[in-house]
């Protein structure tokens, strides 16, 4: 947890990050994580993960717009995106930020944008996923979330993180809705004051929350790579004979390809977030914030080259 606040925390200097950016693209780092930069590209990836019977949900990457115009194009791509997936062979979900649709300077803005893509994911009959950002836009987030499920609610899912204190108390209203409820540890730096330092509470707070919505009439997506969760989770799906349809599994494209396919052929759903985008520090940088051997495979193409 150390190593991740302090790689999230270098990231935030510009130098860094440009270093960071270089070295991601010569070592092929970013390439592992980030599944392409076009359209076209990423609907191959998902057209392989078909191929073993695993779903996607494709992830058009970009966070932290500054003004109305970036979110408008933004808004823009991802119905684009929504319809591409439409026009083509394969089906996909999407997930977006909401940072990416305005949320950082206007509430007002971003909601009206994802008003605009839900009309469309509802007319093909798609479905988007809310990731869940840094605490700042958590309540904004669940507001925005609620403000649209009324009418959107089969098309509209939400993430909690269970590093947060505050999510047992947010799982307990969602799940009365109920709804579609991606279950993550979470990716970024957050203070002491509103969430848990230690990996043993964050896993521990996860089984808990986890337990809470299988028993829930909510959907439950487990998105996680944690080879012991994933093992409680099927033990406890089993021993309280939960409908397969009310839960999946879902995994980062680059990791834990061996759990995917294992859980699939063990006869489980599974999907695979997918991102793609020019945009995609950011998102690497979480990536390399929580595994070590990433930052030091970086290090050792840096010596090697
Ligand atoms: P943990 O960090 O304990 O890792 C377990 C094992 O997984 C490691 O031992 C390693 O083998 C492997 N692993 C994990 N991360 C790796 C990496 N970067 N590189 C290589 N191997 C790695 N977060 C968030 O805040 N908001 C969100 O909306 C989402 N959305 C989301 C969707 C999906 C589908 C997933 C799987 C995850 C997210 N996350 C997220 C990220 C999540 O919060 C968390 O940071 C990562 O999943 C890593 O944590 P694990 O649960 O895998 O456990």
Redo the contacts with the bound molecule.
Sequence with gaps: MLFRTLILQLAQNKTFLNWVRRLAIRSGLAQRFVAGENVSEVLDVVRDLHGIGIAATLNLLGEEVKDEKEAEAAANASMELLRAIDRSSVKSRISLKLSQLGLRFSKETCSGHLEAILEVSRELDNFIRI???GSRYTQATIDLFLEHFASYGNHLGI?I?SYLYRSEEDIYRLIQLPCNI?L?????MEPEEIAYAK?GDVDRNFIELMEDIFLSPSYLAI????NQILEHACRFAAQHGIDPDQFEF???HG??RKAQQRLRQEGYAVRV?VPFGTEWAPYFV??LA??PA?FFFLLKHLLRH
């Design positions: 990731d869940m950002e993430v993180q991606r993550c540890k979470g990716a970024y990996k998105a996680t790579h944690d879902q995994m980062i990791i834990g977030y979480r990536r929580e595994r990433n």
